[in-house]
């Protein structure tokens, strides 16, 4: 079945750039669906970051917009997000998600990957 | 921004008892509303979408209803594995702009 994984850092000093990468496996990230980012503080409810298409077209959170940038990469069936300027609020559990794409709506996340616990020190 | 607002922040409920949980939107979103159950340590798992369609897999137990502005998720007969925390999502804008609630935790009464 489709599964998502993130990687990257687990540990970013204030001021620099998180960056994470999400490997989709078994599902081509060119299927339709868009592919996005959320993230969960610790004991705390869940925001969403930001969404990309297969074609590179993005949206994102307009209160983090200035701050993040995903990609895609479909030759490695990979999507990426990278968020500046980032400090000890940045601090969460990064998920990644398909970004379920019904009847032209852009909707609902399904399935997540496990999520990775970005620590901003 | 749509705001989610669910109630309650906490649920104590027996097992084998119905659940009720509530999830306000500020503004209509017709019936474009998701639910998740989230337990400790794991990824949000999808439920419900469209506000009343069962994800694969889902049991039976599990039901969705509402529209508009008004959504309840309702567990019945509550399972052992049924307790965690529970988050509904609109995905009513366009462009997309995301929010989720703020959870209801469901605890073992």
């Known amino acids: 079945q489709v599964q998502l994984q993130e990687s990257g850092p687990g540990l970013v000093k204030p001021s620099e750039t998180l960056s994470l990468t999400c490997t989709v496996y078994n599902f081509s990230i060119n299927s339709g669906h868009y592919w996005g980012w959320i993230r969960q503080p610790p004991g705390e409810g869940l925001e969403w970051i930001g969404s990309?298409?297969?074609?590179?077209?993005?949206y994102y959170n307009p209160s983090l917009k200035r701050r993040v940038t995903i990609s895609v990469d479909t030759s490695k069936n990979q999507f990426s997000l990278k968020l500046s300027s980032v400090t000890a609020a940045d601090t969460a559990f990064y998920f990644c998600?398909?970004?379920?794409?019904?009847?032209?709506?852009?909707?609902?996340?399904?399935?997540w990957g496990q999520g990775t616990l970005v620590t901003v020190s | 921004e749509i705001v989610m607002t669910q109630s309650p922040a906490t649920l104590s409920v027996s097992p084998g008892e119905r659940a009720t949980l509530s999830c306000r939107a500020s503004?209509?979103?017709?019936?474009?509303l998701a639910w998740y159950q989230q337990k400790p340590g794991q990824a949000p798992r999808l439920l419900i979408y469209?506000?009343?369609t069962r994800a694969t897999g889902i049991p039976a137990r599990f039901s969705g209803s509402g529209s508009g502005t008004e959504f309840t998720l309702t567990i019945s007969s509550l399972q052992s594995e049924d307790f965690a925390v529970y988050y509904c999502?609109?995905?009513?804008?366009?462009?997309?702009?995301?929010?989720f609630g703020q959870g209801t935790k469901l605890e073992i009464k």
């Open positions: 503004q209509s979103i017709s019936n474009n």
């Open positions: 469209g506000a009343s």
């Open positions: 999502q609109q995905y009513s804008n366009w462009p997309p702009m995301y929010s």
């Open positions: 998600a398909r970004n379920f794409m019904f009847r032209g709506v852009v909707s609902w996340f399904d399935p």
């Open positions: 990309i298409y297969q074609s590179g077209t993005t």
